[in-house]
């Protein structure tokens, strides 16, 4: 499969706590992303890093990646509960228009 | 428009039936894609277009799976014969092209009774 695989498959945690998810994929890629959905929901778009970028940064998200390791991860400072929601990451493999998504990380964060 | 519009949201059809799901994207993005999700799962690829051109259908499952974008901005995705497997959420997304995020519609989300 060269769909990108997210650990944990679940997380629970405190409201104010950080949350780290990762994703580990098995091709060379031209990107990576990560997006949110929100139960019933369409996917949002959070953040966008290209192979020859190591770490990006978006309020309080901030996504790193190891091509040498071929993983990613996703770590969400100070949460809130409005960040309950389930987080992909999706390969953009490289030569392909397509993007190609894991099964997601279920984030819940307890008042 | 300002987001990715898709109709209808909920749709109800009857084993056997013919359905026509609806995607209109962000004026101007030349990219669009359909996904199929089932509940639990991650999004899995169906198909994607660059303007009117269908350049990659390998996700379709079957050949009851029918995608068309003609003037290339609408897109309707045809799902003929309904089984229920075909029970999903089908979302459509659209882009300014490779190296860049998709934008993602609400979805519709398909029952098979």
């Known amino acids: 499969s060269q769909q990108g695989e997210e650990d944990p498959q679940a997380l629970s945690i405190q409201e104010g706590e950080n949350a780290t998810m990762n994703c580990s994929y098995k091709?060379?890629?031209?990107?990576l992303q990560w997006y949110r959905q929100n139960s019933g929901r369409g996917l949002v778009h959070l953040i966008l890093?290209?192979?020859?970028?190591r770490e990006k940064h978006s309020g309080r998200l901030r996504v790193t990646l190891d091509t040498s390791k071929k993983s990613s991860s996703l770590l969400i400072t100070a949460s809130r509960a409005a960040d309950t929601a389930s987080y992909f990451c999706?390969?953009?493999?490289?030569?392909?228009?397509?993007?190609?998504f894991g099964q997601g990380t279920r984030l819940t964060i307890n008042p | 428009g300002a987001g990715v519009s898709q109709s209808p949201r909920y749709k109800v059809a009857k084993r056997g039936q013919d359905v026509a799901l609806r995607c209109d994207p962000i004026?101007?993005?030349?990219?669009l894609f359909w996904y199929q999700q089932a509940l639990g799962q991650g999004p899995e690829f169906l198909t994607y277009?660059?303007?009117?051109?269908?350049?990659?259908k390998s996700g379709l499952p079957s050949d009851r799976f029918f995608a068309e974008r003609p003037e290339g901005s609408v897109s309707t995705l045809k799902i003929q014969r309904t089984q229920q497997e075909d029970s999903a959420v089908y979302l459509c997304?659209?882009?300014?092209?490779?190296?860049?995020?998709?934008?993602f519609g609400s979805g519709t989300r398909l029952t098979v009774v």
């Open positions: 997304a659209s882009s300014r092209g490779q190296g860049n995020g998709y934008t």
């Open positions: 091709t060379s890629i031209n990107n």
């Open positions: 890093i290209r192979s020859n970028e």
């Open positions: 999706a390969i953009a493999n490289q030569g392909a228009q397509k993007l190609v």
């Open positions: 004026s101007g993005h030349v990219s």
């Open positions: 277009f660059q303007n009117e051109a269908q350049l990659d």
